[in-house]
């Protein structure tokens, strides 16, 4: 297997389960995405920041232990971000509140934008930049994704120059087309859109693609959508074609699907 250069920008936060469950994992969109990635084999680099406290330490390690690259992941003052979260019997998630944390204003610097022009492929989370990095790496011809559902406001939701605009419709499937639609209408070169339990959709203009969802016993959705990015982007990267795409994202998502937490770790208790 050819192992790529591949990049996560962005959000990283302690995922915090109030009681019963009372413990905490490691999450956010682009750690989740920077995980995966390494656990498929890949070269996978961290861009973000967290603060100097615990939770910042217990990011750094478990990145490490994963095989992620931090040479770029900055320390700064103030908190580490955190999501308390409310957990219902069937495993769906209620976020109750969310602390950005120093992932709020964060940019990558000159230096880390150069080396970020020289990766395979950038994904780009949770970043309340305006679409500045979007705009500097797609003019740089650089492969470039964004989830689009996780983003900060509507100040940052540009889809202009990406390579693949992901989003979520949740199982409305006339939602999925209008925002596919969208996504290609506004310059993306490449629409993916997550259903819920109706799978997903990828379209580009010229070829049109859908996946159904791989049951399995559903411990915790928590971080299956940042899975499924992960596992497209790699079977992407592979030149494979849309619908394989398609199934290796749902296959990983599914996996994700069957422990708490965006990838396998032990939990920490609050």
Known sequence: ???????????????????????????????NVAVQLARLGHHSFYFGAVGRDPDGAKIRRLLHENGVRLDHLRESDGNTAYTDIDMTSAGDRIFVHEDFGVCAGYRPDRAAIEILKTMDHVHIGWLDDGGALRHALSAAGVSVSQDISVNASVAH?????????????????????????????????????????????????????????????????TGAGDSFIAGFIAARAEGRSLAECLQAGRDLASLTCTHIGGFPQDPQPL
């Open 157 to 221: 939701l540009g889809v202009e120059g990406l390579s693949i605009a992901f989003g979520s419709a949740g199982e409305n499937d006339t939602e999925a087309e209008r925002l596919a639609a969208d996504f290609l209408s506004r310059g993306a070169r490449l629409a993916v859109v997550t259903r819920g339990e109706r799978g997903s959709l990828a379209i580009d203009g010229k070829e049109r693609a859908s996946a159904g969802i791989r049951p399995v016993e559903v411990v915790d959705t």
């Open 1 to 31: 297997m050819t192992s790529f250069r591949l990049a996560a920008v962005g959000d990283n936060c302690i995922d915090r389960y109030r009681p019963p469950l009372a413990q905490s994992y490691v999450g956010g969109n682009a750690v």
